[in-house]
């Protein structure tokens, strides 16, 4: 044979490299035990969906961006306008939910490869819940890009953690003020027409999912910040090229440039993961468990909703800052793609076997319904800083690709539209059907477990109570617990094996 080149040896290495990983999903969507399964396609779908969602912000961001330039915005203006980018992307989000929840079609069904026979989910709802995560996740990170550099830039100035952790309330209040005016926006809309169909609830239940991520999203990564912050004084890359220029940036990276962790900086920042993972599993618990009762106001319920959620995704923060740190520190992948795929694949590694580890404590008889919910939250949250590490991968293959070309952005912004417009129809037509599948059986199996602890729902538990009042009753009155997702009784069809 002749001497192998480096390229040669690259291209064998992403063939072999394929078709291993390629194989071992087959091994993981078709385990043995179904809450494995529902775990395993709720990580693929988040993955796909923020591989999605953040491509095309981080395209069209980048096009914004240039426009910026070469119109000659200044540092100033810049910074001003991330409030504007943050509402568009939010406006943008409500938009796409109303829309995608109107648009009738062809209802979905799933064959059953899991549980012995189908499902339908109508096509308005599968579509409201496909577009609405895209429309999410591209919100929460025009929210990160705007929030973390305001941090960035406090830190510049100020020079204190203390001043980088006053943004976390002011973000939270600001989204809150965002989402109580979506909600104010939403009700009259729905109410226009003096009623409520089933389309309409759809939308409402899936915006206010929507918002609920963008909130966690956002608050979860500031705070992660933070914690990382006090412990290293180092910030993630959170601003644009053009922020670059400003002093006050410039100041801060001059004094946080990152360099390889001690052991120790590693640990502490996965302790604090462990914290707020554990702050995660005791608010569960006070609320859903040991209490031992139903919260009946619909706007606690989703105020206490978004806390868990937050000290989740700051868990999943904080373990995925640790694990770059853990990769960097030996050194061992070099840097470019290589050091974001090393990244990407440890971090599905180390995730996996955290699920299987939480897995088999949620199938211990002593663990009741309140921490097996609480370690599924804990796992989705796993699954988003899965998409994130993997999504970082790629975006980075698409810089580097479009690298060598006359005009980067412009040829980043078409390859990224290429590839989401390639992998977004897959991801809808058979992933998101499956995944939703799997999460209503155990999400109906923990409805009867509830209602025979607690008692059945009551009404303002299920929706919010203006829409509720205009069908003199709940907004998801209609429904069976196993009706979550929009199905009306005569299209959901559970058809087992005699």
């Not at 390229?7 to 809450?35: C, E, H, K, P």
């Not at 989204?175 to 809309?189: G, N």
Request: proline share 3%; charged share 15%; with cysteine.
């Amino acid at each position: 044979l002749h001497p192998a080149s480096r390229s040669d040896r690259v291209m064998a290495a992403m063939t072999l490299g394929a078709v291993a990983f390629q194989m071992s999903l087959f091994y993981i969507v078709n385990q043995r035990d179904a809450d494995m399964r529902r775990y395993s396609y709720s990580i693929i779908g988040q993955t796909l969906s923020i591989f999605c969602a953040v491509l095309t912000f981080n395209a069209v961001y980048g096009f914004l961006e240039e426009q910026a330039v070469r119109t000659g915005v200044d540092e100033t203006l810049s910074y001003g306008l991330q409030p504007l980018i943050c509402a568009a992307f939010f406006l943008s989000m409500e938009i796409v939910v109303f829309f995608s929840a109107r648009v009738r079609g062809e209802s979905t069904t799933v064959k059953d490869s899991v549980i012995g026979g189908q499902w339908t989910m109508p096509s308005h709802v599968l579509n409201a819940k496909t577009f609405g995560a895209l429309g999410a996740q591209m919100a929460g990170a025009a929210a990160i890009r705007g929030f973390g550099s305001v941090q960035l830039l406090v830190h510049g100035r100020y020079g204190t953690v203390l001043s980088v952790a006053a943004i976390i309330p002011v973000s939270m209040v600001v989204l809150l003020v965002i989402m109580k005016v979506s909600s104010v926006v939403r009700h009259f809309v729905v109410a226009s027409d003096g009623e409520v169909d089933e389309m309409e609830e759809t939308y409402v239940e899936v915006v206010e999912e929507c918002e609920n991520e963008v909130f966690a999203l956002c608050s979860g990564f500031l705070t992660a910040v933070v914690a990382r912050l006090w412990i290293c004084g180092c910030f993630p890359e959170v601003v644009s090229e053009s922020q670059m220029r400003s002093a006050e940036v410039l100041a801060a990276m001059a004094h946080h440039k990152e360099e390889r962790m001690e052991m120790r900086a590693i640990g502490a920042i996965w302790l604090v993961a462990l914290a707020f993972a554990l702050i995660c599993l005791t608010l569960i618990l006070l609320t859903y468990g040991t209490c031992g009762k139903r919260m009946k106001n619909h706007d606690l319920k989703r105020l206490v909703g978004l806390v868990i959620t937050s000290t989740s995704f700051t868990f999943a923060w904080c373990n995925g800052f640790a694990v770059h740190w853990l990769v960097v520190r030996y050194e061992v992948f070099g840097n470019g793609v290589q050091l974001h795929l090393a990244l990407a694949l440890f971090q599905s590694l180390t995730s996996y076997l955290v699920i299987l580890t939480l897995d088999q404590v949620a199938d211990m008889e002593c663990t009741g319904n309140a921490v097996d919910k609480a370690i599924s939250i804990i796992i989705e949250a796993l699954g988003v800083s899965v998409g994130l590490s993997w999504e970082h991968a790629f975006h980075h293959c698409v810089q580097v690709t479009v690298s060598g070309t006359s005009d980067p952005v412009s040829g980043a912004f078409c390859l990224s539209g290429i590839i989401v417009v390639t992998v977004l129809p897959a991801l809808r037509m058979y992933i998101v059907p499956t995944m939703y599948q799997l999460r209503e059986l155990y999400e109906l199996h923990n409805d009867e477990f509830e209602n025979e602890a607690f008692g059945p729902p009551s009404t303002s538990q299920l929706g919010d109570p203006r829409v509720a009042s205009l069908r003199g009753g709940s907004a998801m009155s209609n429904r069976t617990p196993g009706q979550l997702s929009g199905r009306t009784s005569h299209e959901q069809t559970y058809t087992f094996p005699t």
